[in-house]
């Protein structure tokens, strides 16, 4: 089953827009990642947030995360065509005992930033 | 780049051949995942490990084992490789829990 699920599907922007994706799960989270894959590529990671934390920044990215309603976005300011990418949720779930870091992925994000 | 290897990257194979694939790692990371990413349904974890020999299942480990005799190498055998386990394989390895995971480049297998 999936525990994040990625809205929208798909996002196209021109570039110097803002991107904002969002990202829902069901059960309690230790935190929550965002990654990156670019097209035939690894996913690389972008932020992760603590269940504890409401925002984090990094760059021209900026996350937050709503414990009681169980929802993330990550936004990224001013893009580039540089940044089109697929973009995905993975929630660390908080199951009670050990999670071992065991991932949950969404179905991501399909961001295309046209020049 | 964390230093995590996948081989191979590519590979075609027969239905009902055994299959390895290899995750190398030189961070020395305790944790080592497998998952698989298949259109539609992102990414799901096959199999992982929390230390030399100790391996569990996840959430799609039927045709799959993994093991992991030391603690750079992490293996995943596909005993008798279906179609449907086509897919792109990703290995991915974490120092410590409630931190980021880093992902190798993955490993397309194509069973015919």
């Known amino acids: 089953s999936q525990q994040g699920e990625e809205d929208p599907q798909a996002l196209s922007i021109q570039e110097g827009e803002n991107a904002t994706m969002n990202c829902s799960y069901k059960?309690?989270?230790?935190?929550l990642q965002w990654y990156r894959q670019n097209s035939g590529r690894g996913l690389v990671h972008l932020i992760l947030?603590?269940?504890?934390?409401r925002e984090k920044h990094s760059g021209r990215l900026r996350v937050t995360l709503d414990t009681s309603k169980k929802s993330s976005s990550l936004l990224i300011t001013a893009s580039r065509a540089a940044d089109t990418a697929s973009y995905f949720c993975?929630?660390?779930?908080?199951?009670?005992?050990?999670?071992?870091?065991?991932?949950?992925f969404g179905q991501g994000t399909i961001l295309t930033v046209h020049p | 780049d964390a230093g995590i290897t996948q081989s191979p990257r590519h590979k075609v194979t027969e239905t009902g051949t055994p299959v390895t694939l290899r995750c190398h790692q030189t961070?020395?990371?305790?944790?080592m995942y497998w998952y698989r990413q298949d259109p539609g349904h992102g990414l799901r974890l096959i199999h992982y490990?929390?230390?030399?020999?100790?391996?569990d299942k996840g959430e799609v480990s039927d045709g799959y084992s993994v093991s992991r005799s030391k603690t750079e190498d992490f293996l995943l055998t596909l005993e008798s490789a279906t179609s449907s386990q086509t897919s792109v394989y990703f290995c991915?390895?974490?120092?410590?829990?409630?931190?980021?995971?880093?992902f190798g480049q993955g490993t397309r297998l194509t069973v015919v």
């Open positions: 993975a929630t660390d779930p908080n199951a009670g005992g050990t999670s071992y870091g065991k991932l949950t």
């Open positions: 059960t309690s989270i230790n935190n």
């Open positions: 947030i603590r269940s504890n934390e």
């Open positions: 961070e020395n990371h305790r944790y």
């Open positions: 490990s929390y230390g030399v020999k100790d391996t």
């Open positions: 991915a390895i974490q120092g410590q829990m409630n931190t980021e995971a880093f």
